[in-house]
């Protein structure tokens, strides 16, 4: 096998483990798209070209947290995201500096700054997903609570499946949006909820729904 070739197959390999599209390749690591067609083309590839296409390979690899490797290594627990495609969501996480920080999403967000994963047409929410991939499947009829009340957080530490009454109760105390739609409610209904509010003795830190 020639040099070119090998580094063909090794690209596809890379690819492989960790989701990329081959033209993806192409722009990252040569900068340019038609990379891997002109190469599987035959056209000539200079030593030069074979280098900078493994250097980089090789500096992607390093760059990966622990997190993603292990997210790689383990490949779906419960949900529909493979090990390569949580590399990619992780890629929008901004590295959290200790084990307990907030990962904090940085790809889109929607109501109430939830992240967003739009996939196959679907549109999901990021904690939901990241959830699912590293605890399990989420109960049905249950919802995600944030005990760490930031929304945009998609640390699977900081995530518990509960009821939605109960997301309401743990809720109300800090979340301001919770408190205005509560307003919008006849006196009556609002009355069992402001009971729990105020039987409420858990950290004023509290959820927000998901
Ligand atoms: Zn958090």
């Known amino acids: 096998m ?20 081959k033209s993806e ?12 067609r002109q190469a599987c083309a035959h056209v000539e590839m200079r030593e030069k070209t074979i280098t900078r296409a493994r250097e980089w390979m090789a500096k992607y690899e390093a760059g990966l947290s622990k997190e993603q490797h292990r997210a790689i290594a383990r490949g779906p627990a419960g949900g529909f995201v493979t ?21 904090l999403w940085q790809g889109s967000t929607g109501k109430q700054g939830y992240g967003q994963i739009c996939r196959r047409w679907k549109q999901m929410k990021a904690h939901r997903v990241f959830y699912e991939f590293y605890i399990g499947d989420i109960p049905k009829g249950l919802v995600i609570d944030h005990l760490c009340r930031n929304t ?14 109960e997301n309401t ?16 409610l006849p006196p009556q209904k609002r009355k069992p909820f402001q009971e729990q509010e105020s039987s409420n003795c858990r950290n004023p830190a509290v959820s927000a729904a998901g």
């Open 2 to 21: 020639n040099a070119k070739d090998a580094l063909l197959k090794d690209i596809d390999a890379f690819c492989r483990k960790y989701g990329f599209g």
């Open 25 to 36: 390749f192409g722009a990252a690591a040569m900068g340019y798209c038609s990379f891997i």
């Open 83 to 103: 090990g390569p495609e949580m590399a990619r969501l992780l890629s929008l996480v901004e590295a959290p500096t200790s084990e307990d920080d907030c990962w």
């Open 152 to 165: 945009a957080c998609v640390n699977p530490l900081h995530l518990e499946p509960v009821t939605s009454a």
């Open 169 to 184: 109760r743990r809720g109300l105390r800090g979340n301001s949006w919770l408190r205005t739609e509560l307003k919008r």
